[in-house]
């Protein structure tokens, strides 16, 4: 996997998707550019209990820091797949466009092992898979589904339901 990360040369009126995962929040261009990140605690308790005020359309602490840091950057629109958030974004001064999927999201989730030993929220894969373990087994947040892909490499989906 070729990752890429811009500079932060991005024009104003630029638009990018936020991609919600397990280890944190990321700003995405069309091009699969990584331009921001927040990363969440290490706490699976701290973890759940964001993803579920972002499910409950409250963003997070993170969530905030993220669309400021957009913000200061030039950017004025954001794509993202959690509708309930998008009242909460409007107000803090960005336009909102919903998506039900966009290739971004999918680079970040094919990825996101590598992405989490990159940006070192994990030491290593299995301790991103032992992290989103202990975030799925606490009874809290979305549900995540191991999926085998490309030659089995194994990532987590959120899933929309309560089975996994």
Known sequence: MEMRRLNGNTGSGSRI???????GIFAVTQDND???RVLYPRDAKKIDAA?????????SKEMSEMVEKLIQR???SVIITNAPLTDALRGAGVKVEITEGSGPE?????NIE???VDFRA???EMQYYARAERSRSSGRGRPFRRLNRNGGRRYYRRCSSSTS
């Open 74 to 76: 030039g950017f004025e």
């Open 51 to 59: 993803l579920e005020r972002q499910a409950a359309g409250e963003p």
């Open 34 to 36: 990584i331009i921001e």
């Open 114 to 116: 590598s992405i989490a």
């Open 106 to 110: 999918d680079f970040v989730r094919e």
């Open 17 to 23: 998707h936020i991609v919600e995962t397990l280890i």
């Open 122 to 124: 994990v030491k290593d």
